[in-house]
């Protein structure tokens, strides 16, 4: 969960410097932010995948 929160970090940077009219700042927090979140999601579905077909140590309780 920590490159999720580190998502949500530079997504609130790119919120804040893009009202106070920083927009190169903010364009590149925003990218920043939609790469990580991209990570963290194939991550997450991987693992899910995992847990489905019972493979790795990520078993389903």
Known sequence: ????????????VSVIA?????????????????????IFLVIALILFAMILLGVGVATAV
């Open 18 to 38: 893009g009202a106070l009219g920083f927009t190169n700042i903010a364009a590149g927090a925003a990218t920043i932010a939609k790469v990580l979140f991209a």
């Open 1 to 12: 969960m920590d490159l999720l929160f580190w998502a949500i970090i530079a997504l609130v």
